[in-house]
């Protein structure tokens, strides 16, 4: 069983940046690749970054133009997402998610490769 709580979303005008958290605990946490999704209203989940357990692979949805950065820090079990450049379109409720599939397991973006997820921290960017 893992639980993932995340933090740090807030309200932030256009331009500004934020830095939303992710604590895991329960099984291993280096041990498995977490991902970050958001949802905004009416729309369908969508996948934004991958990290694997060690921290040395990472990947990114192609529409984030180098925005966005993953990293983990394994000794506090926490996985972060650094939001730069924000603006209204970024506004949603982001999750991270955990991928316990045996290593070393790809960077998936599917949400049904993904075993257990948090309840979400809402961001939202006023313009």
């Known amino acids: 069983q893992v639980q993932l709580v995340e933090s740090g979303g807030g309200l932030v005008q256009t331009g500004g940046s934020l830095r939303v958290s992710c604590a895991a605990s329960?099984?291993?946490?280096?041990?498995?690749?977490m991902g970050w999704f958001r949802q905004a209203p009416g729309k369908e989940r969508e996948f934004l970054a991958a990290?694997?357990?060690?921290?040395?692979?990472?990947v990114y949805a192609f529409f984030l133009a180098g925005r966005f950065t993953v990293s983990r820090d394994n000794a506090k079990n926490e996985v972060y997402l650094q939001m730069n450049s924000l603006n209204p379109e970024d506004t949603a409720v982001y999750y991270c998610?955990?991928?316990?599939?045996?290593?070393?397991?790809?960077?998936?973006?599917?949400?049904?490769?993904?075993?257990?997820w948090g309840q979400g921290t809402q961001v939202t960017v006023s313009s």
């Open positions: 998610a955990a991928d316990l599939a045996p290593g070393p397991s790809p960077l998936r973006s599917d949400t049904k490769a993904y075993d257990y």
């Open positions: 990290i694997s357990g060690s921290g040395g692979r990472k």
């Open positions: 329960g099984r291993t946490f280096s041990s498995y690749v």
